[in-house]
């Protein structure tokens, strides 16, 4: 008789691993990936470095669990490898732009919708333009009432978008509302 082969069960790259059983993950596009891609040595071989963080990051922008991953590996913690496409340098700064959407811009806001220019340190900048995208302005009326290049508002926007997005997953009952006027 012969024995019939059970196709081998389709793994995370470890350490991502370690969340098998997370449902959100389930659809995970690095099942069967090479783990090196995910958990390169960044430190010890540049040339390991450029080429498996891009290829990481390929495959994690088309993977339907990205966002869930990238919450996820920031709820955990995690110091090391390629989590929703992004790399731990680049977590961190995701860290910081929650904080910064916190902050209280109100009164900045009051005064830019009165058409007064008033100066902004690079986080509050982060948050104004995200409470006022919220407000439906666009990228030409923000260029112009903070004084910078509508490029720095574009980059600034997709920054704050994915920045809401995380903190909302990570605390649900603060999810995105204009600030009040
Ligand atoms: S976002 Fe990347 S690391 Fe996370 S589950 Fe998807 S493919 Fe894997």
């Not at 995370?12 to 990936?33: G, I, K, S, Y």
């Not at 929703?84 to 900045?108: F, K, N, W």
């Not at 104004?128 to 926007?157: K, N, Y």
């Amino acid at each position: 008789m012969t024995a019939v082969r059970t196709p081998p069960a389709r793994r995370l790259p470890a350490p991502v691993a370690a969340l098998e059983q997370q449902p959100e993950l389930m659809d995970a596009a690095c099942r069967d990936a090479d783990p090196e891609l995910f958990f390169p040595d960044l430190g010890a071989n540049a040339r390991q470095k450029r080429t498996a963080v891009p290829s990481a990051k390929e495959i994690c922008y088309a993977c339907p669990a990205q966002t869930a991953c990238l919450v996820l590996s920031l709820t955990r913690g995690e110091l090391e490898g390629i989590w929703g496409g992004r790399t731990p340098r680049e977590r961190r700064t995701l860290m910081r732009d929650t904080v910064a959407l916190r902050r209280d811009v109100r009164h900045r806001i009051d005064a830019l919708e009165r058409g007064i220019r008033v100066p902004l340190r690079a986080n509050d900048f982060l948050a104004v333009v995200h409470e006022l995208t919220l407000r439906g302005w666009d990228t030409e009326r923000l260029a112009h009432a903070t004084g910078v290049g509508p490029d720095t508002v574009v980059r600034a926007r997709a920054r704050a978008s994915l920045a809401a997005a995380v903190r909302d997953a990570m605390e649900p009952r603060n999810r995105s509302e204009p600030a009040a006027a």
